[in-house]
């Protein structure tokens, strides 16, 4: 079972846990942000989220093991930026359910219309990823490339057949979510 736990519910040693994995320098580096990022300057971070109603923060939860974290910004009524990462060793099947079902909730259930990826030029399997799920880029830079990916091309991209493969094997994969 996959668990989506709100960061602002997590208890101290989850949050070290997920600042663990999050301070990885190969995660570090893919992160708009590749600074590592100290406990208090988390927790201080964690406390403007409180009062934050546009952005939506969850840690990852696989059988009980953080393994991530995944976030929607929203940029104005109908536009939201979307990122997540992952501890390396989590299983490609967690993260493609996790981000397929979050994807479909933006869409579905949040009133989303375009959802935006930026994403570090040189970090070609996120791209690549993006890619997959139907994110196309809108502006590029030395270092970001800006994708997004509207409503009715996610729909479409549903689909497809790698995409209806992955939908299947999801249903291995439960996910209790707390509110989104």
């Not at 299947?168 to 707390?178: D, G, K, M, S």
């Given at each position: ?23 990885l ?21 964690i ?11 969850y ?78 880029p ?22 497809k ?20």
């Amino acid at each position: 079972m996959i668990h989506l736990k709100n960061y602002t519910d997590l208890t101290a040693q989850e949050h070290q846990d997920l600042l663990n994995i999050r301070n990885l320098t190969t995660i570090r580096n893919a992160s708009t942000n590749i600074e590592e990022i100290d406990f208090t300057d988390h927790i201080r971070w964690i406390e403007s989220l409180k009062t934050c109603s546009g952005k939506i923060y969850y840690a990852v939860f696989e059988t009980n093991t953080l393994c991530g974290g995944i976030h929607l910004i929203q940029n104005n009524d109908e536009t939201a930026t979307w990122g997540i990462f992952f501890d390396p060793n989590t299983s490609v099947w967690v993260i493609a359910s996790v981000t397929l079902y979050f994807i479909d909730r933006c869409f579905n259930h949040l009133g989303v219309t375009t959802l935006q990826s930026h994403i570090r030029t040189n970090n070609i399997p996120a791209i690549a990823f993006n890619r997959q799920l139907g994110f196309k880029p809108f502006c590029e830079s030395d270092d970001f490339t800006l994708m997004q990916l509207d409503e009715m091309l996610w729909s479409a991209q549903k689909e497809k057949k790698i995409l209806k493969n992955i939908l299947q094997y999801a249903t291995h994969y439960p996910i209790n979510l707390e509110s989104l």
